[in-house]
C-alpha cells in the first residue's frame, strides 16, 4: 500500500513536471551578435529580451512562458541557414530576425517548411515578401518605398547636382541602390557614377578618386554604415566634400565613430523615431535605466513580439500557421512603435520613411536627426 501511494505521488510528481515544460512557447531572436555589424544585432537582442521579460512578467501567452533562444549569424548567409536548421531541431516556434536581407532570403525558407513564423525587424529587400511563402512578415519598410522617399528628395532639392551611387553587392545595398536608382532615373535625373563595393573592404581611395573626377556633388550609399563610414573618412582626408545620403542600413551611432566629424551632414532615409513616440516612453526609460540606447531597430524588435503574442491570443492558439493567418486579417496591432497591420503578403501597411541629417546634438556628439538640413 505504502509503495503504490509512493509510484503514485510519483507518477503525480513526472507528470506535473511534465506539465510544466509544455508550458513553455519556444522563441528566438537572430542577427549578428557578433562581426562587424554587431551593434545592429545588440539592437534586436535586446529589443526581443526586453519584451521577452516584459510579456512574461504579466503572465506570458494564453498562459504559456516564453522561453527564449538567441542565434548569432555573423550577418554571414550560410551561418543564417545553419542557425535556422538548429533553431528547427531544438523546437523553436517563432523567430525574430535576421536582420540582414540576404541572411533573411535563405533562411526564411528552412523555417517556412519547418513550420516557424519568423518576423524580421530590419531586412527590407522587397523580394523577402514577394515570394509567396506564408511565414515572413516584418515590421519595417521595403526598399521600394525608401528609395522612392530618397529620390524624390534628390529630384526636388538637388537640381543640377552631379550624383554618384555606390553600394555594397549585398542583397540589400545593391537593391536599396538599384531601387533609388530607378526611382531617380524615372523622374529624370541620370547619376554620373554607379560603383560596387565588397563588404569587408579598408581601402577605398580608388573609388574616392573616381568620386573625385566624377565631380559628384551627392554620394548615394546601398549599404551599412561600416564601409560608408570608411568612404566618407576617406573622402575627407583626400579633400572631398561630396555630401553622403545613406539608408535605414546606417542607423548605428557606430556610424559617426567610423567616419569622424566627416559625417556631418549625412543625409538618410528612416522612419519617423520610435524613441519619441508616446507608446514607447516606459519601455525606452526601462533601456535607457539599462544603460543601453534603444536606437534604430531596438523597438522594431521589441514590437514584433508584442505582435506575435498579440496574434496568438486572438487567434487562441500557438501553432504559428494559425499566428501567421491572424496577423494577414489586416486588424491593427498597438505596439510600441505604433499601430501596425499587415497585407497579405506580410508586409506593413504604413510605410512613412522620413528624411534625417547627422549633426551635433545637445551633447555635442554627431548624431542622426529627423529632417533635412544643409541642402
Known sequence: MKRATVSALAAAAIFAAGASAQAQVKFAVTGPITGPNAAFGAQLKNGVEQAVED????????????????????SDPKQGVSVANK????????????????????S????????ILQITPAATNPKITERGLWNIFRTCGRDDQQGKVAADFI???????????????TTYGQGLADETKK???KAGVKEVLYEGVNTGEKDFSALVSKIKAAGADLLYWGGLHTEIGLIVRQ?????????AMGADGITSD?????????VEGTLMT????????????????????????????????????????????????LDPKKVAEEMKKGVPFKTVIGDISYDKKGDITRPDYVIYTWKKGPDGKISYFEGATGT
Not at 529630384?155 to 553587392?169: E, F, R
Not at 557606430?254 to 566627416?262: C, F, H, M, R
Not at 519601455?283 to 531596438?298: D, G, L, M, Q, S
Not at 523597438?299 to 496574434?311: K, T
Open 55 to 74: 510579456i512574461n512578467a504579466a503572465g506570458g501567452i494564453l498562459g504559456q512562458k516564453i522561453v527564449l533562444t538567441i542565434g548569432d549569424d555573423v
Open 87 to 106: 533553431f528547427a531541431g531544438d523546437g523553436v516556434k517563432f523567430v525574430v530576425g535576421p536582420f540582414n536581407s540576404g541572411v533573411t532570403m535563405p
Open 108 to 115: 526564411s525558407e528552412v523555417y517556412a517548411e519547418n513550420g
Open 155 to 169: 529630384v526636388k532639392n538637388m537640381k543640377g547636382k552631379k550624383i554618384a551611387i555606390v553600394h555594397d553587392k
Open 183 to 185: 526611382a531617380m532615373n
Open 235 to 243: 573622402m575627407r582626408d583626400q579633400g572631398v566634400k561630396t555630401v
Open 254 to 262: 557606430e556610424y559617426a565613430t567610423i567616419g569622424g566629424p566627416g
Open 270 to 317: 528612416f522612419p519617423p523615431d520610435p524613441r519619441n513616440r508616446p507608446e514607447a516612453k516606459d519601455i525606452v526609460a526601462k533601456y535607457r535605466a539599462k544603460n543601453f540606447n534603444p536606437e534604430a531597430y531596438t523597438l522594431y524588435s521589441y514590437a514584433a513580439v508584442q505582435i506575435i503574442a498579440e496574434a496568438a491570443k486572438r487567434a487562441k492558439s
